[in-house]
């Protein structure tokens, strides 16, 4: 198939010189008179249009009464097309049938000769035949609503309206829709008019004078009358076509395609456009119909609701069978053009929601597309365009040859051999190509559609099937379909089970996963279409029980593990913080922001848990990723609720308010399973209150809003929740306001902070807000630090604070990583004190401790033994919230769970790993005694007790 040149091109050249092919006239005689009717065509042209008439009755039909027109049109065939577009859209009262028909003889016969001579490609030709089915439906539509506002039956309509048929629009579907019509096409539509447009008490009369419209604008086109019909309509593809009117409020569709739109309707809209009428309500029509058309998660149930109504399409068709070339249809046979329609579509539908390149109408775009994407290889995609063309061409020969509405290949010898002349070729040539090609597409569609019978199930272990027996009672298996599907899974997940080192542990836990799902066959039916997907969650399963439970309950961020990007690098802050902005973006309100911050942050956080599981990343690169993706979601969601809050109340009074990370947040290191610590300030000094509908003290303001920005972060939705929230480290603790202005903030820092608070500060990390008083929190910050830690007085202090924290919470055992001498805290606490005293605005544990060095605290030795024992306990951390959620038990995860904690510190076994632990803890403590001495005095009793606990360790979500 030859790529067609662009328009502009074209008119400049002879249209002789640009002939591909020429059918040979099957009738010569025919071909004469035809020669005969058209003397001013000479040379090839006039072999075109002999070859044509000799093989085709109708289009020798249509030459006899178009002689006159088709000869100069031929000449320029793109500017004759333009031209009689144009005349139609002037058409007028009692001119417009006998115009329109004459319009769809004259664009008929010179597409039909463009075809067959090769002068335009296939995407040309039926381009060309759904402009015009777009023109003239527009036509017809708003000649006849006019004629319905001139009787007065459309409330309050003028006649300047019927332009636009006064708030009625076609929406074109089906190969109309991707502007793909065939020869002898009908037209797929759906009529309906904007109700809103109309006061409610005017609504019936305005649906009743746009069903007389849609009546009388379809019988324009199809009626047959003695200048033939322009095309044949069908609306049957509307909601429920057997009991709702022709034509009726978009209002009432959009509530039909949300509660009980099937599988099938959403591939319809997948071509659908607004083609006549008001084409901007039909374009706002289709964008409130995303959701129904275009699911937010990846939709493979979409591939067996396709392969049913394929099945049930065959059967009422009768096409089931051998193959057999005489009376095969080329359109809904086996290999046939549907096949390939509904390969891509499906695909479309799968992916499209998430993907939105992926919503081409056209389906040689749609290939193209999912070849970009990496939904299918580029042979694929390749192979399935150049023969989607070539049945195309035999269909459109098909049609050319009576004006038939047929797909199917002829039965009679006699009729092969016309259709072989019309496409200048032999009969075995023709019916070798054919047969090739619809069996290499039935080869490429056939195992997507219908997956094999299975076979039998691996018998497991009595251990084994005690678990799996109860699985019907799961809420995931109690419909017929999921357990249809999870049975076509079972013999491979047995197999791949019974594979593992420790299968009765993997088993159990998948147990857990599976009764944690709330339905089963969206799920299901995407491990059906990818396997390895089932690998990683018998990984997850069987590793960490705690992901799995995670997963079940948010079994959607499957999606990103086959979405493309899934196992590249992580990004930076700056890109993440900008990927959820932009999708905050397309949300209409504050509900939908909040949701999609939810469902964005769980794929992100997924990822991370994956990558780490599957070691791809240590542990310290896992909690700079979860920091980055916290970071990024309160960034994300402060102006949601600042934009919320201020419609209510005014803008935030002053320069506005800002978000300080604490604790791990602020040191950029967090778990699967932290909460935030967080501080919120504003600056509004000399400013009383809002300006707004309901303004508030401006001290009101800030704690009412807070309490917002802590509720949208908090609060459980329809998508979950995001965080908890800790607000402890604010001054005062909890007994202070929950927002605190930048002033009492400096102020209280500077005169009545203990040194732990101080401790604390270095830290701390703005993290959201207005950018100004970000950059002035910060740099208040360092004032701050650079005016206190004092050495004698942080060293004594920090110590005394040490043997508290000692006191309160000694380690549970070996396996604590946080509580105790020489674990994290204790480690943490230590790096606090050397920031301090080194007046060091660094926030990271690692970089703290350098900054110990660099004011000659610590040796270069001392520094990486805390550095090494720090990055010890915090990857048993890391590990044990990825794995459990809480403290890490060795009995409890499995030997899987085990193996992976193992592996992650470095080590070749559990009890190794127990031996190095006590060895660095032990060793670390002795140091740090070393460096914070006990104080031989107990501390004042007005000092505060223990400090807020903000290491990461906390009960699981």
């Known amino acids: ?58 289009l020798a039909g249509l030459i006899a009464r178009e002689a006159a027109w088709i000869v100069p049109a031929l000449q320029a065939p793109e500017a004759a097309l333009d031209a009689e ?72 309509a003028h006649a300047d309206d019927a332009a636009t048929a006064g708030g009625m629009t076609a929406m074109a579907m089906g190969k109309m829709g991707a502007f ?20 409610r008490g005017d609504q019936m009369d305005a649906r009743a004078g746009f069903i007389r419209a849609t009546r009388a604008a379809m019988a324009l086109l199809s009626d047959l009358t003695e200048g033939g019909y322009v095309f044949r309509t069908d609306l049957r593809l509307r909601p429920d076509p057997s009991v709702t009117p022709v034509c009726f409020a978009m209002e009432a569709a959009e509530r039909y395609y949300e509660s009980v739109g099937r599988t099938w309707e959403r591939a319809a809209f997948i071509k659908a456009r607004a083609c006549a009428g008001d084409m901007q309500a039909g374009a706002q029509f289709l964008e409130r119909l995303t959701p129904f058309v275009w699911r937010k998660h990846l939709d493979f149930a979409a591939i067996d609701d396709t392969f049913d109504m394929r099945r049930k399409i065959r059967d009422h068709k009768g096409l089931g069978g051998p193959l057999q070339l005489e009376g095969h249809n080329m359109k809904l046979g086996a290999g046939g053009i549907r096949e390939i329609e509904f390969f891509t579509q499906t695909r479309q539908l799968v992916a499209g929601g998430r993907d939105p390149s992926l919503r081409a109408r056209a389906t040689v775009d749609g290939l193209a597309a999912l070849a970009h994407k990496n939904w299918i290889t580029q042979d694929v995609a390749q192979s399935l365009t150049r023969d989607y063309r070539a049945h195309r061409e035999v269909e459109h020969r098909l049609q050319m040859l009576r004006d038939a509405q047929t797909h199917c290949l002829p039965t009679a010898p006699e009729d092969f051999a016309r259709l072989a002349a019309f496409m200048d070729t032999d009969v075995a040539s023709l019916r070798r190509d054919i047969l090739e090609r619809v069996e290499r597409v039935g080869a490429l569609t056939e195992d997507y559609f219908a997956p094999t019978a299975p076979a039998p199930a691996p018998q497991l272990p009595a251990e084994m099937k005690v678990i799996t027996d109860r699985w019907t009672s799961y809420p995931c298996l109690r419909s017929e379909r999921a357990r249809a599907i999870f049975d076509r899974l079972k013999p491979d997940l047995y197999r791949r089970l019974q594979a593992l080192d420790a299968p009765l542990d993997a088993l159990t836990h998948l147990d857990g996963f599976l009764k944690g799902l709330p339905s089963g066959v969206q799920l299901f039916a995407l491990f059906e279409a990818n396997p390895p ?57 504050y509900e939908a922001k909040l949701d999609m911050t939810r469902r964005w942050a769980r794929e992100w956080h997924f990822r991370t848990g994956v990558h780490q599981l599957r070691g791809l990343i240590d542990a310290d690169q896992a909690g700079r990723q979860y920091a980055d993706l916290a970071r990024a979601c309160v960034d994300g969601i402060f102006p949601v609720v600042r934009d919320m809050f201020a ?116 830290r701390a990390t703005p993290v959201a807000g207005a950018p100004a008083l970000r950059a002035a929190v910060e740099e208040r910050r360092r004032a701050i630090l650079n005016a206190k830690g004092a050495p004698a007085m942080t060293r004594t202090d920090t110590a005394t604070m040490r043997a508290r924290l000692a006191s309160a919470k000694p380690a549970h055992s070996v396996w604590d990583p946080k509580n105790g001498a020489g674990r994290l805290m204790d480690i943490e606490l230590t790096a606090e004190a050397c920031a301090l005293m080194a007046h060091s605005p660094q926030s990271c544990v690692y970089a703290q401790l350098e900054a110990g060095v660099d004011i000659g605290w610590l040796t270069r030795a001392q520094a990486d033994q805390l550095g090494e024992a720090y990055r010890l306990m915090w990857t048993l951390q890391s590990s044990a919230r990825l794995l459990s959620g809480e403290r890490f038990d060795p009995d409890l995860v499995g030997v899987q769970g085990r193996d992976f904690v193992a592996r992650a510190a470095g080590v070749t076994s559990i009890d190794a790993l127990a031996a190095r632990i006590a060895t660095a803890t032990t060793q670390t403590g002795a140091l740090i005694a070393q460096l914070l001495p006990p104080p031989p005095d107990a501390p004042p009793d007005t000092a505060p007790d223990t400090p807020p606990d903000t290491s990461p360790d906390v009960p699981p979500r």
């Open 1 to 58: 198939m030859q790529t067609p040149l662009p328009r502009d091109s074209l008119r400049g050249m002879d249209t002789a010189s640009r002939l591909t092919r020429l059918p040979r006239p099957f009738d010569p005689d025919r071909g004469a008179d035809a020669r005969a009717l058209t003397p001013d065509l000479t040379g090839p042209l006039s072999d075109l249009v002999a070859g044509a008439a000799g093989c085709a009755p109708y």
């Open 85 to 156: 577009l144009t005349r139609i859209s002037q058409l007028e009262g009692d001119a417009v049938s006998a115009g329109l028909r004459s319009a769809k003889r004259r664009i008929a016969l010179l597409a039909g000769l463009c075809d067959l001579g090769g002068v335009w490609s296939l995407e040309a030709v039926t381009r060309a035949l759904t402009r015009l089915a777009d023109q003239a439906t527009h036509t017809a539509l708003t000649t006849r609503v006019a004629h319905e506002i001139r009787r007065g039956k459309i409330p309050g």
């Open 180 to 199: 793909e019509l065939n020869y002898s096409s009908d037209i797929d539509l759906i009529c309906l008019f904007d109700e809103s447009r109309f006061e």
């Open 533 to 589: 997907l089932v690998d990683l969650i018998l990984d997850i399963a069987g590793t960490a029980p705690h992901l799995a439970r995670y997963l079940s309950r948010n079994a959607d961020v499957l999606d990103a593990v086959i979405g493309g990007s899934f196992f590249e690098p992580w990004p930076d802050l700056a890109t993440l913080t900008g990927d959820l902005g932009r999708a905050l973006a397309r949300c209409d309100d």
């Open 647 to 762: 419609a209510k109340h005014g803008a935030p009074p002053g320069n506005g308010a800002m978000v300080l990370g604490m604790g791990s947040l602020g040191a950029g290191r967090l778990t699967a399973a932290s909460d935030l610590d967080m501080i919120v300030i504003y600056d509004a000094e000399g400013i009383e209150a809002s300006d707004g509908k309901r303004p508030l003290p401006t001290r009101s303001y800030y704690a009412r809003f807070t309490q917002a920005l802590i509720t949208a972060l908090t609060v459980p939705m329809a998508e979950g929740k995001l965080y908890e929230v800790d607000m402890r480290l604010r001054p005062s603790g909890k007994q202070g306001p929950v927002a605190t202005s930048l002033a009492a903030f400096e102020r209280y820092q500077r005169e009545e902070a203990w040194t732990w608070e101080h401790l604390a500060l270095t």
